[in-house]
């Protein structure tokens, strides 16, 4: 199994919510990723977590909170987002080590109303 | 820090024309570059990558690429362009920093495929 799976694939929420984008991988991998892309734009990473702990944070807002309850699952809570927050968020997961690839999901769509 | 550049976000060939789709890369050790397919509203897809050994690799698709350290760069290819083949593609390398690992993406490179 290499698939990475992503749910919800779209998400519509209020600026007051409170929602939840949820990643799975099966790979064994040990290094799980939360990329941001808007449109045109190449993925930006938000998160890295190493062994269930998160190991880099790209100053993202305070309003995106990851998680990472076992080495199978990923969390990104959302609370309070803007507008601008609209885009496609990306989960990916990868072996340790510089020479391998990531697996991607297929991403969320959120929009921000 | 280690990063790629894409040059031309936009490449417009003929179904059946050779691809060429341009990456240089900077860094100041060995690198280990990759190239990532992006279909519309789907995740990233693997197409190839080079870590150490042959300098001409070959992945899925059709799609091969040649790492050539004296140019810094690792252009990406395919001798007959398909219409499937219309996706967008990022050139990546890995990054390590005091965190750990992380891929950094170029700019990507939107491909056309004329009929």
């Known amino acids: 199994d290499t698939e990475v799976t992503q749910t919800p694939k779209h998400l519509v929420m209020g600026m007051t919510n409170k929602k939840s984008l949820k990643c799975e991988q099966h790979?064994?991998?040990?290094?799980m990723y939360w990329y941001k892309q808007k449109a045109k734009k190449p993925p930006e990473l938000m998160f890295v977590?190493?062994?269930?702990?998160?190991?880099i944070n790209e100053s993202v807002p305070s309003r995106f909170s990851p998680e990472c309850p076992n080495s199978s699952l990923l969390n990104l809570h959302l609370h309070a987002l803007q507008p601008e927050d609209s885009a496609l968020y990306l989960c990916?997961?990868?072996?340790?080590?510089?020479?391998?690839?990531?697996?991607f999901g297929q991403g969320t769509r959120l929009t921000v109303v | 820090a280690q990063s790629v550049t894409q040059l031309g976000s936009h490449v417009s060939v003929s179904e059946g024309a050779l691809v060429l789709l341009r990456c240089n890369y900077s860094?100041?050790?060995?690198?280990?570059l990759f190239w990532y397919v992006q279909y519309p509203n789907q995740g990233l897809q693997l197409l190839l990558k080079?870590?150490?050994?042959?300098?001409l690799v070959k992945g899925i698709n059709g799609f091969e690429a040649e790492f050539k350290k004296s140019e810094t760069s690792f252009h990406l290819t395919k001798p007959s362009a398909h219409m499937s083949d219309a996706a967008e593609y990022f050139c990546?390398?890995?990054?390590?920093?005091?965190?750990?690992?992380?891929?950094?993406f170029g700019a990507g490179t939107r491909l056309f495929v004329k009929a």
């Open positions: 080079y870590t150490t050994g042959a300098t």
């Open positions: 990546a390398v890995s990054d390590l920093g005091t965190g750990g690992f992380k891929t950094i």
């Open positions: 990916a997961s990868s072996s340790q080590g510089m020479n391998t690839e990531a697996f």
């Open positions: 977590y190493s062994y269930e702990k998160l190991s």
């Open positions: 790979m064994g991998h040990r290094a």
């Open positions: 860094s100041s050790v060995p690198p280990y």
